[in-house]
């Protein structure tokens, strides 16, 4: 099975600072990694699909890139409105598997 | 407008089962898989299953595997997860969803507790 490890799992910045949160798979994955943010109480809400692709609506402070083993993602001016937790998710069509990265708790400092 | 309605949770005791169900609309159901992702409470994300459109291929985390199958009825647009033997670590609120397409139910709450 493919392992996804997610760091740092906890970020505290100010705002108007880069961030970045990495994930890392257990093996190569291509590009089939998607980003997701998860406010308390909310459902996730996809940001980024196949690494580097950013859905529709979503700011363009918020960005994705890598393929194969290593993806990184990034918000490039933190507003205070994205106080959240972000996942990393690796996935396959045959058989419909999905992988989660821990998780990064991005706070404010 | 894409609704995903789960129903089915509760407190329920350890050993025993529980089917959970999802009424999907608003899109063509028929033609996405569909998902069952849990979160236990102040914890991670973690996909539990997932079942390709015609339910022809099927997958389960090591972790729910021999314990619960998921189903579909694409007549009824609706997603199941029958739930056996049932432990506390299956404490959850578990959501119905297809993630890469951004759709996602409000969850439904599984106790396992005595």
């Known amino acids: 099975d493919i392992q996804m490890t997610q760091s740092p799992s906890s970020l505290s910045a100010s705002v108007g600072d880069r961030v970045t949160i990495t994930c890392q798979a257990s093996?190569?994955?291509?590009?089939?990694l998607n980003w997701y943010q998860q406010k308390p109480g909310k459902a996730p809400k996809l940001l980024i699909y196949d690494a580097s692709n950013l859905e529709t609506g979503v700011p363009s402070r918020f960005s994705g890139s890598g393929s194969g083993t290593d993806f990184t993602f990034t918000i490039s001016s933190l507003q205070p409105e994205d106080i959240a937790t972000y996942y990393c998710?690796?996935?396959?069509?045959?058989?419909?598997?999905?992988?989660f990265g821990q998780g990064t708790k991005l706070e404010i400092k | 407008e894409v609704q995903l309605v789960e129903s089915g949770g509760g407190l329920v005791q350890p050993g025993r089962s529980l089917r959970l169900s999802c009424a999907a609309s608003?899109?063509?159901?028929?033609?996405?898989?569909m998902h069952w992702v849990r979160q236990a409470p102040g914890k991670g994300l973690e996909w539990v299953s997932g079942i390709s459109w015609n339910s022809g291929s099927i997958g389960y985390a090591d972790s729910v595997k021999g314990r619960f199958t998921i189903s579909r009825d694409n007549a009824k647009n609706s997603l199941y997860l029958q739930m056996n033997s049932l432990r506390a670590e299956d404490t959850a609120l578990y959501y119905c969803?297809?993630?890469?397409?951004?759709?996602w139910g409000q969850g439904t709450l599984v106790t396992v507790s005595s």
């Open positions: 969803a297809n993630p890469t397409s951004d759709y």
């Open positions: 093996q190569d994955i291509s590009n089939y």
């Open positions: 998710q690796q996935y396959d069509n045959l058989p419909p598997r999905y992988t």
């Open positions: 608003g899109f063509t159901f028929d033609d996405y898989a």
